[in-house]
């Protein structure tokens, strides 16, 4: 719902371990009303995005849905 956050798992991250300090890009496939804002590792392979629903407009106070989107990423272990 508007103005709400959401956590995620990515899985599939290859070679990301658990602890590993991650950076997350968003693509252009999330929609501009969609705000990371936070990224870490919680096993090996995944990646746990936390996302911010922005409303656009005042009128906007309904669910929205990112679909299945992609994201670029980095790590330091």
């Known amino acids: ?3 709400s956050t959401g956590m995620v798992s990515c899985s599939g991250a ?3 371990v658990s602890g590993d300090r991650v ?8 929609s501009d ?3 990371i804002q936070a990224a870490s ?3 090996d392979t ?3 995005v936390d996302i911010l629903n922005v409303p656009t407009t005042t ?3 309904g669910t929205d849905d990112t679909g ?6 980095w790590a330091v272990r």
Do not use: L
Not at 23 to 30: C, D, P
């Open 23 to 30: 950076f997350v890009q968003a693509t252009s496939s999330i």
């Open 68 to 73: 299945v989107r992609s994201f670029n990423f």
């Open 1 to 3: 719902t508007a103005s």
């Open 59 to 61: 009128a906007d106070s």
């Open 41 to 43: 590792t919680t096993a």
């Open 14 to 16: 290859t070679g990301v």
């Open 33 to 35: 009303n969609f705000v």
């Open 46 to 48: 995944v990646i746990q």
